[in-house]
T-cell receptor, first 112, second 113 residues
Framework: GDSVTQMEGPVTLSEEAFLTINCTYT??????LFWYVQYPGEGLQLLLKATKADDKGSNKGFEATYRKETTSFHLEKGSVQVSDSAVYFC???????????FGTGTRLTIIP | KAGVTQTPRYLIKTRGQQVTLSCSPISGHRSVSWYQQTPGQGLQFLFE???????NKGNFPGRFSGRQFSNSRSEMNVSTLELGDSALYLCASSLATGTYGYTFGSGTRLTVV
């Protein structure tokens, strides 16, 4: 079945540091890939998405590239801010299967 | 444009009772999904509805059920509550498919005592 493996957290970085959160996936079809972010006490917000191989999703300085050859969708940001502190979830939606399969989440804390 | 609205935000119930949670999707969205989030199991898919029909169902016992109305609003029901049902229940909506992502509500925090 489908699965998503995410980098274990928590991750603590200083402000303006470079961020990478690793995500790899297993899927039977041709999935769409997503990064969602969850702030304390809130639901999930879609951060970025990619629907086919080699697509790059980007939003708010975050980027991730759909790599079919390595089945990966790593999240990156060049310079993190304190406001980026949250839990980040990698997820996939397999073709013809209307559900999201999530990774376990990575808690990110940015210190000033 | 209003987002996905879930009511109530917080709920405390006693073991053995039943509960109904409500979700109003974004206007024009016809697909509604439900997820359970717990510290131990993470985010798990419950079910998905499209045009009042359940299209997909996760691996949850029959105590968990849902429905969708003609205006796309959805409810989920949990009968005979157990302590382990304590969780954040999230509703998500999309136009028709999940290919381009789902928009989530803020969730209903259910505590079973």
């Amino acid at each position: 079945g489908d699965s998503v493996t995410q980098m274990e957290g928590p991750v603590t970085l200083s402000e303006e540091a470079f961020l990478t959160i690793n995500c790899t996936y297993t899927a039977t079809g041709y999935p769409s890939l997503f990064w969602y972010v969850q702030y304390p006490g809130e639901g999930l917000q879609l951060l970025l998405k990619a629907t086919k191989a080699d697509d790059k999703g980007s939003n708010k300085g975050f980027e991730a590239t759909y790599r079919k050859e390595t089945t990966s969708f790593h999240l990156e940001k060049g310079s993190v801010q304190v406001s980026d502190s949250a839990v980040y979830f990698c997820a996939l939606s397999d073709s013809g299967n209307e559900k999201l399969t999530f990774g376990t989440g990575t808690r990110l804390t940015i210190i000033p | 444009k209003a987002g996905v609205t879930q009511t109530p935000r917080y709920l405390i119930k006693t073991r053995g009772q039943q509960v109904t949670l409500s979700c109003s999707p974004i206007s024009g969205h016809r697909s509604v999904s439900w997820y359970q989030q717990t510290p131990g199991q993470g985010l798990q898919f419950l079910f998905e509805y499209f045009s009042e029909t359940q299209r997909n169902k996760g691996n949850f016992p029959g105590r968990f059920s849902g429905r969708q109305f003609s205006n796309s609003r959805s409810e989920m029901n949990v009968s005979t509550l157990e302590l382990g049902d304590s969780a954040l229940y999230l509703c998500a909506s999309s136009l028709a498919t999940g290919t381009y992502g789902y928009t989530f509500g803020s969730g209903t925090r259910l505590t079973v005592v």
